[in-house]
């Protein structure tokens, strides 16, 4: 099926763990993005690419890294652990008229 | 400063009324908008995006943009009860590429 996936759906980390979110699309997207998402809370955008190799910061991209060397795929790591990255995350990615999120990793860091 | 505000509400309307949602940006620069509907613990899912200043419709949903007021809207005629969701209003910046999202409006329609 076409759309976004993300990898793992829930994780537990201990403080001072590092990890990776995967996020892979198949619609041949340019632009694809990573938020979290906070209780009751919007989207916090936390870095976005535009194609491959090409990645920038969003609003919030402290304590995270991103990487897009393929169109496909746009994983974000995250190091060192903190309890404050306790959120949903969000990929996305976007095309000239269409848009789609992934289903989101339940991440909680204790 | 917040780059794009909604009214949190929530914001109750009666079946059959028309629902009206609200956001305003901060950047006079922006070129692309967007609103999005997400369901408690789903993912958000993009209902409508507007570029030029008017209105634009999709079956009961209308986007409306001010680019002067820096102001976007979006109406949902004969309101439904499934369309009891949060509403995310996203803008564009950075030549259309930075996507920032609101904090979103909560939206209730009662039977």
């Known amino acids: 099926n076409a759309g976004v996936t993300q990898t793992p759906k829930f994780r537990i980390l201990k403080i001072g763990q590092s990890m990776t979110l995967q996020c892979t699309q198949d619609?041949?997207?340019?632009?694809m993005y990573w938020y979290r998402q906070d209780p009751g809370m919007g989207l916090k955008l936390i870095y976005y690419s535009v194609g491959a190799g090409i990645t920038d910061k969003g609003e919030v991209p402290n304590g995270y890294n991103v990487s897009r060397s393929t169109t496909e795929d746009f994983p974000l790591r995250l190091e060192l652990a903190a309890p404050s990255q306790t959120s949903v995350y969000f990929c996305a990615s976007m095309g000239n008229t269409e848009a789609f999120f992934g289903q989101g990793t339940r991440l909680t860091v204790v | 400063q917040k780059e794009v505000e909604q009214n949190s509400g929530p914001l109750s309307v009666p079946e059959g009324a028309i629902a009206s949602l609200n956001c305003t940006y901060s950047?006079?620069?922006?070129?692309?908008f967007f609103w999005y509907r997400q369901y408690s613990g789903k993912s958000p899912e993009l209902i409508m995006f507007i570029y030029s200043n008017g209105d634009k419709e999709d079956g009961r949903f209308t986007a409306q943009l001010n680019k002067a007021s820096q102001y976007v809207s979006l109406l949902i005629r004969d309101s439904q009860p499934s369309d009891s969701a949060t509403y995310l209003c996203a803008v564009g910046y950075s030549s259309a590429s930075k996507i920032i999202f609101g904090s979103g409006t909560r939206l209730s329609i009662r039977p």
């Open positions: 619609m041949n997207h340019n632009y």
């Open positions: 950047d006079r620069g922006s070129q692309s």
